[in-house]
């Protein structure tokens, strides 16, 4: 019988073990702070994950080893004679492991040596070597962390070895805990070795692309000081051309060359991967605004042996067509990208037919906020010389050339650049012109806005608005000067377009406009969503004689790589009508 009842205990072990959950933990901090305790629980986690499903011998391992892991991670943070115990419990999800913490004093930093040697300990950088002593971050009576003490070695190094000491080194690193006291000596001998200095410049991996284009970037004098900061510059301006797919400058410390001041020379390695001479690209596009959209485009780099590139392609829809040829500069040592290109261009859309000739030239900058900022900065200047002609229907024709000089001003702040769930974009745009024929002036003058709001783990709000105004002493506008507006992209529920100044039977552009808009997406996953959205606005002769167009439905949302898809069902109050439009929602 008592054999018989061993057995059965066994059984009933054999299969609690077989259905065993991995342990629910309880914590007690004792006072220890989130990072500390965030690192507690980062480590008792992988151990619990472990603990499904074991028999119980290892479950009594791997409770030692719950603690052992919970003292290893209070050392990480400073508090390194800790008192820790595990007790184990039941309850009817399983078995529980209640952790209590007594910490006790968290060790401090009681004493720092930072000793050099190498040219740094020279007369001549004493005043730097003070700054390295003033910018350590673990000072005395600071909170010894494993982490920060990680940190401030490798910034230390950093901080030598990226100006004037490329060859510099750590001899030694140690800390000493005295976990009775609660303090810790730290210790670091670095050696900067000689100063080194820029030597002749040594280019690998040029075929089509003509030297002039590095030496354009690459600038300096030999004798020059070693600059971190400067060869990433370097290397940052080639690789942001189109001519090369890879670009890394560097310094050669296989062939050093010691100077009579005792100083190091060592050559600069400027090793780059050309892009692909020629590149043909189509695509096919579809939206409700202009329906089925072909495109092509043909681009090649280098150019009679000249770092020019050119662009030229063409596009069809159902609204319009273009074809364009465009001459591209190297950017310049300042990052302004200059091109120069011809036009042709023909839309016919609300029953105004417009078509136009142009020459231009456009100056664009992109850069980005100083530091760690997200911040994203394009500026725009234009210049362009066009030939308009201008068919309204019911109301005659006109042509007009015109110069027109433009800037626009984008601020980009959110946190993806296709599909921002928080963050905000600010767009500003002005133009000047004149009419070539007659003198007549004419002026424009806009503002876009989109704000994000992150809601919950994946619902986003957004808002966006719209106002421009135009200033014109001519009757023979180019139409691209007025204002248009309605479609899935502006005031949805309306036809592309078909928002502005009646002229005859067509919809032509207007000097005021206003747009704004509410959309609240929710996402039932990573992928797909739903979204309520209410738009708004007009293109109207002033801004007091806006009648605004309201517009308000429901859409479908699919996350793609090149942004969220929107299908919208939309109510157009003013026409009374429901439309279905879609589009690809790509943040401007």
């Not at 036009?343 to 100083?370: C, F, M, P, T």
């Not at 030939?387 to 433009?406: C, F, H, N, S």
């Amino acid at each position: 019988m008592r054999s018989l009842a061993a057995g059965l205990l066994m059984a009933l072990g054999a299969s609690d073990a077989a259905c065993a959950a991995a342990p629910e933990v309880v914590i007690d901090p004792g006072g220890v702070g989130p990072q500390a305790l965030q690192s507690i629980n980062s480590a008792v986690g992988v151990i619990t994950r472990l603990a499904q499903d074991q028999d119980a011998s290892e479950m009594s391992r791997l409770r030692r080893r719950a603690r052992e892991a919970t003292v290893s991670a209070l050392a990480t943070q400073g508090y390194f004679s800790p008192k820790v115990t595990l007790e184990v419990g039941k309850d009817v999800g399983g078995e529980t492991w209640d952790i209590t913490i007594e910490p006790n004093e968290r060790t401090t930093v009681r004493k720092v040596d930072l000793s050099f040697t190498g040219s740094i300990a020279t007369p001549a950088f004493a005043e730097r070597i003070a700054q390295i002593r003033e910018q350590w971050p673990l000072k005395q009576g600071k909170p010894f962390i494993n982490e920060q003490w990680s940190k401030a070695k490798t910034d230390l190094i950093d901080n030598v070895s990226t100006r004037d000491f490329y060859l510099a080194k750590l001899v030694s690193s140690q800390a000493t805990i005295d976990a009775e006291a609660a303090r810790a000596d730290l210790r670091m001998a670095v050696d900067s070795g000689p100063r080194v200095r820029l030597g002749s410049m040594e280019v690998t991996g040029l075929r089509r692309v003509p030297q002039k284009l590095i030496d354009r970037y690459v600038r300096y004098t030999p004798g020059d000081s070693y600059d971190q900061t400067r060869l990433d510059d370097w290397q940052q301006a080639l690789q942001s051309t189109t001519f090369f797919r890879g670009a890394f400058v560097t310094l050669d410390k296989t062939h050093p060359k010691t100077l009579p001041d005792g100083d190091v020379e060592l050559p600069v390695q400027v090793k780059v991967t050309e892009a692909p001479a020629r590149r043909f690209a189509t695509s096919l596009g579809v939206d409700s605004d202009n329906g089925v959209r072909v495109e092509g485009l043909y681009r090649q780099n280098v150019v009679f042996g000249q770092p020019v590139w050119i662009e030229t392609g063409a596009g069809v829809d159902k609204n319009r067509q273009r074809a364009f040829y465009d001459v591209h500069l190297a950017p310049t040592v300042d990052g302004y990208d200059d091109s120069v290109g011809v036009l042709y261009s023909h839309s016919d859309i609300e029953g105004l037919d417009s078509e136009r000739a142009g020459l231009g030239w456009k100056r664009k900058q992109v850069r980005n906020a100083a530091g760690d900022s997200r911040v994203q900065f394009e500026t725009q200047w234009g210049l362009v010389a066009a030939y308009d002609k201008t068919k309204i229907e019911g109301d005659g024709r006109y042509e007009v050339p015109t110069l027109v000089a433009t800037w626009d001003w984008l601020r980009r702040d959110v946190d993806s650049k296709y599909d921002p769930r928080e963050g905000n974009l600010v767009d500003v745009g002005l133009g000047a012109g004149t009419t070539l024929d007659t003198g007549e002036p004419f002026y424009r003058a806009d503002l876009r806005a989109q704000k994000w709001w992150p809601v919950g783990r994946r619902d986003v709000l957004t808002v966006r608005g719209e106002v421009g105004k135009v200033w014109s002493h001519t009757s023979r506008l180019p139409q691209d000067f007025g204002y248009r507006t309605g479609g899935a992209r502006t005031i949805r529920g309306y036809r592309y377009q078909s928002i502005g100044l009646q002229q005859g039977d067509a919809v032509v552009g207007a000097p005021a406009l206003a747009v704004g808009s509410i959309e609240y997406m929710h996402y039932f996953n990573d992928r797909y969503g739903m979204s309520v959205f209410v738009d708004a606005g007009d293109a109207a002769a002033s801004f007091g004689a806006m009648r605004w167009a309201v517009g308000y439905g429901v859409g479908a949302l699919v996350r793609t790589p090149a942004g969220p898809f929107f299908i919208d069902l939309a109510y157009g109050q003013r026409d009374h009508k429901l439309r279905l439009q879609f589009s690809l929602g790509i943040a401007f």
